[in-house]
């Protein structure tokens, strides 16, 4: 071992190696309190002595242990907020460690007075109060009747933000779906229209002809599926004229047989409220085409106070899925509005497809 080590102990591979050592006797608030406590005892201490010799009677240095032991809870109170965080706590603690011991401190009075009247009272309980007052502006967030207002009204403003939302939503596909139609789709029949004339002129020469065949039939299938992608959005007929006359038209172009039962809604629902509506309408038909060929459906249109109420029946075999991807995504869409969809088809029929929705929406 070098002198070197000799002087370290050693251990220069130590992780502390080199590091001062930590004061002994804890920390600077720690000695503070201390010395603060052994000055009072010291002090009181003597005066106890002095009280002693001179013949005992009253017992006046009771005042003095009463002044040191007031200074030590002040300056312990000052430690222990010190220690705290920053932060509405650190008053709060602060406030409670001083009123108890100002608390205590009147009661020391009151003793060494005499206790005549218990005078205490008045002021212990002006500082409870205090504390009790101070403690509910703290954890007010915390009061469930504070807390339920609170939630109230963040329910609120999130519900109206949602439908702000959804009615923005519900206009952009209605202007996509117009600019569907009056734009990519007319672009498409036309162009359809000019090949199919293309194609009669070169009948003459077969594989040019049937070269613009193919691509009059890809034309068409891009027609049919911008139709379909349409369809998915939201019909023109729906903002022009309503939910009634679109689930008309619905059921005309409807391959079975479908009665429309309408009543007046006052006032028009929202386009959110409105699209939500129709799609149900349109995926219950759908359901009817393909699942029950030949049946009969009704769809029956209502207001109840400030619902808007629709059901689609249909006297098929019954036995339809709720969990089926398509009354599944009705469902959601139907309860982002705050609306229920409810579907009853037990085995043999009839099939019925419920919907409530918030007028108002």
């Given amino acids: 071992m070098t002198s070197e080590d000799a002087m370290t102990g050693g251990d220069a591979d130590h992780p502390g190696a080199g590091r001062a050592a930590a004061p002994r006797g804890g920390s600077r608030a720690e000695r503070l309190l201390s010395f603060a406590v052994a000055i009072g005892a010291l002090v009181g201490l003597s005066a106890t002595i002095i009280w002693a010799a001179a013949g005992f009677g009253y017992y006046w240095p009771c005042w003095i242990w009463l002044g040191c032991a007031g200074a030590g809870a002040v300056i312990a109170i000052w430690l222990h907020v010190r220690s705290l965080p920053q932060g509405w706590r650190r008053w709060l603690v602060g406030q409670a460690d001083l009123s108890v ?66 009615d923005v939503q519900a206009a952009s596909l209605r202007q996509i779906e117009r600019d569907l139609h009056d734009g990519a789709q007319a672009r498409l029949v036309a162009l359809s229209m000019q090949l199919g004339r293309a194609e009669v002129r070169l009948a003459d020469r077969p594989e040019e002809a049937a070269l613009i065949k193919a691509a009059r039939q890809e034309a068409s299938a891009a027609i049919a599926e911008l139709r379909d992608l349409a369809r998915g959005i939201a019909p023109p007929v729906l903002a022009d004229r309503g939910l009634e006359a679109a689930v008309r038209s619905l059921a005309e172009r409807a391959p079975q047989g479908v009665t429309v039962i309408a009543e007046p809604i006052t006032p028009r629902p929202g386009p959110a409220v409105e699209g939500a509506a129709y799609f149900v309408a349109s995926e219950a038909l759908t359901n009817v085409a393909k699942h029950a060929p030949g049946a009969s459906a009704k769809v029956a249109i209502a207001q ?24 599944r995504g009705l469902q959601a869409r139907v309860e982002a509005l705050d609306g229920t969809l409810t579907v009853i088809s037990p085995t043999g029929g009839p099939t019925v497809i419920h919907a409530e929705l918030p007028c108002e929406s």
């Fill in 304 to 327: 109840r106070g400030d619902r808007l109420l629709i059901d689609v029946t249909d006297d098929g075999s019954g036995g339809a899925d709720p969990a089926g991807s398509g009354l």
């Fill in 101 to 166: 011991a100002v608390g205590l401190y009147l009661l020391a009075i009151w003793l060494f007075t005499g206790t005549h009247g218990f005078w205490p009272l008045w002021p212990i309980s002006s500082l409870a109060q205090a504390l009790v007052l101070h403690a509910l502006i703290f954890y007010r967030d915390r009061l469930p009747l504070l807390r339920g207002r609170r939630l109230r009204a963040r329910i609120d403003t999130l519900t109206r933000t949602r439908r702000g939302a959804v």
